[in-house]
């Protein structure tokens, strides 16, 4: 039942979201084309060639920027109908059970953010086509080892660093979703003003991560008194606080996932 | 053992009693018409019988089981509103049906639309709004239930899609189910009613036969509504 | 085409209208009658309404049921030219009331009727 559910989810938001990629690769492609297209001599200095230039530039930044933030968008707008309004008709009296029908929002919604990522790599990698070289690419790997060496060194070691994004790439792509699908669902509570009431519990939520941050980050505060006043490298005060922020954002995600079960239990309130 | 079954069943939504008290016990092989004015609570008492709607206290049982899952699958649901997806062609919905409904007839659906002349490869929201309603019917009365669950299915149509309903509804009688029909367009559905429930201010009112009111009162049941509900 | 009113069941008047039309032909000695389904999306009526007129027309004999074939119109000719004097008294019985409050009497009314009668036939 469940892959039948994310099958479903899958499709109704496909149709938004393969023309937005669509939109973010072909623009890539036009910019690195007008890219290639510029270098040549003849064109320098044609007003309307560097204009048109300018013009592919910004729509793909623009695209970039409606395939990212169109992703968690759209899946906004796909819980809401699903779970709100006349949709919920079809949708809550499907055979399945309200978890089944949560999950089924989450994991189509972590797929989705997966393929974003990957579509957006992509079209960076459409976009540098041909302008950068192997040497380029070893050459700022090259920098960047020095970076990465501090990075290593504050997590510990390599592995434990590379666990520490695994983790948070793995906790964002499922818990990325889940404030806005608890603030849709709490806000059905005010009967009348269901979206202010979204929006105050959104800004609710946010005080309360505020102050749980706040306060777990004060359990660092000697590890960060070192850091400021004796100037102990950095890295012993950002290990811990990274860690402590992915669990911040993992603890809220599970609150949120049982606030909307419970909400969803008590009652649906539709219409 | 009756196919809807309650017992002292009530819904509250803060101090409004939306259904009161009820008790019911409807057998299988019936085509009950729930009758009553707009507000009477007749829309609550069918969402808690599909499980849109959790009852406040009191039970309900359909086939036995408390409102969940399993009744989820005995109970064909046709809602007021448009609640499928509208971009979806006709056979989509179709398919999307035989994929969480088993006991979804998908031959049946294609028969009835093809006897209607509507292209099953239209999008649901490219079709007039008779034929969506008509699509959403014949999506509800193709499934095999225990209980069908149809509120005000003839409101807003015109008066020969009203006749096609209500002999899709016959043609479709299965004598193992209950057909239950929440309207307020009482002398059209009259002909097609076993038994009618009025329910006035969340009350069951009266529970009968068409024919014992015909008998023994010598009036349609439009009439008799028009006395019990008079304002 | 067939009417019902809204203050009589139903099975009733179908059992009136099935053998009107028995006893005037449209449905002929032996013919098969449709299955109750098909009666019932024809009339627009509910199916066990139509089942029960069914019964009914079966207890008194003027339809019977063969196993899996369906419901057969009976063959017994006399059973029907009786079915068909019944009603015509009934009307009858009903027509005469009616005048007899108009004031007409019996005489009257017999002269009546065959000039009457006459008439159409030369009309």
């Known amino acids: 039942m469940l892959g039948k559910v994310i099958k479903y989810d899958f499709k109704a938001v496909a149709r938004y979201l393969i023309p937005f990629y669509a939109v973010l690769l072909v623009s890539a492609a036009l910019a690195n084309i007008s890219r290639l297209v510029s270098e040549n001599d003849m064109l320098k200095g044609n007003l309307i060639f560097e204009v048109s230039t300018g013009l592919i530039t910004a729509a793909y930044v623009l695209a970039t920027l409606l395939a990212v933030i169109g992703t968690i968008v759209i899946l906004i707008i796909h819980y809401y109908k699903s779970f709100t309004g006349d949709a919920a008709y079809f949708t809550f009296t499907l055979p399945a059970s309200n978890d089944t029908l949560l999950w089924g929002k989450i994991i189509n919604g972590a797929i989705w953010t997966c393929i974003s990522f990957v579509i957006l790599a992509l079209s960076i990698g459409i976009l540098m086509v041909g302008k950068v070289t192997a040497a380029q690419i070893k050459t700022f790997f090259d920098l960047a080892k020095p970076i990465f060496a501090e990075i290593y060194n504050a997590f510990g070691s390599k592995t434990s660093f590379i666990l520490f994004v695994v983790c948070w790439l793995v906790i964002v792509i499922f818990m990325n979703q889940m404030e806005f699908y608890f603030c849709i669902t709490a806000g059905q509570i005010i009967k009348g003003h269901r979206i202010l009431g979204a929006f105050a519990a959104y800004i609710v939520l946010k005080i309360a991560q505020q102050f749980v941050s706040t306060i777990l980050t004060l359990t660092q505060y000697a590890k960060i008194k070192e850091v400021i006043i004796e100037t102990t490298a950095v890295g012993t005060a950002f290990s811990p606080l990274m860690w402590i922020s992915m669990a911040e954002l993992a603890i809220f995600g599970v609150l949120e996932y049982i606030a909307i079960s419970l909400l969803l239990k008590k009652s649906l309130n539709i219409e | ?231 | 085409m067939w009417y019902f009113t809204n203050d009589r069941p139903i099975y009733v008047q179908l059992i009136e209208q099935i053998g009107i039309r028995i006893v005037n032909g449209s449905y002929a000695p032996g013919e098969k009658l449709p299955s109750v389904r098909d009666m019932a999306s024809e009339v627009g009526a509910n199916p066990n309404t139509v089942q029960r007129a069914f019964s009914e027309l079966e207890r008194s004999g003027i339809i019977s049921t063969q196993r899996t074939n369906g419901r057969f119109i009976t063959e017994d000719k006399e059973m029907i030219a009786k079915m068909r004097e019944d009603l015509a008294k009934e009307k009858i019985e009903e027509f005469i009331k009616v005048m007899k409050d108009f004031g007409y009497d019996a005489e009257e009314i017999a002269k009546v009727v065959a000039n009457y009668a006459a008439g159409k036939e030369e009309a």
Request: glycine share 6%; with cysteine; aromatic share 6%.
């Open chain 2, 1 to 231: 053992m009756a196919v809807i079954e309650t017992k002292a069943l009530n819904k509250k939504y803060g101090r409004i009693e939306a259904v009161k008290d009820l008790d019911l016990s409807l057998e299988k092989g019936q085509i009950v018409g729930l009758l009553g004015p707009n507000g009477s609570g007749k829309t609550t008492l069918i969402k808690m019988i599909n499980g849109l709607l959790t009852p406040s206290s009191g039970e309900l049982y359909i086939k036995g089981f408390k409102p969940g899952v399993e009744t989820k699958l005995a109970v064909s649901y046709l809602p007021e509103r448009n609640s499928l997806p509208e971009w979806m062609k006709v056979k989509e919905l179709i398919d999307m049906f035989v994929d969480f409904y088993p006991d979804f007839r998908a031959e049946k659906a294609y028969k009835m639309l093809a006897d209607l002349d509507i292209d099953v490869s239209r999008k649901l929201k490219n079709l007039s709004k008779g034929n969506r309603e008509k699509v959403q019917l014949i999506l509800c009365m193709s499934r095999n239930a225990d209980v069908y669950a149809l509120d005000e299915p003839i409101g807003g149509v015109d008066p020969a899609a009203r006749d096609y309903i209500l002999r899709t509804i016959i043609q479709n009688y299965n004598e193992d189910a209950v057909v239950l029909i929440s309207t307020h367009l009482i002398a059209d559905v009259e002909n097609v009613l076993d038994r009618v429930l009025f329910i006035k201010n969340g009350e069951l009112v009266l529970n009968s036969t068409v024919d014992e009111i015909r008998e023994e009162k010598g009036k349609s049941v439009d009439a008799l509504f028009r006395e019990v509900f008079a304002c």
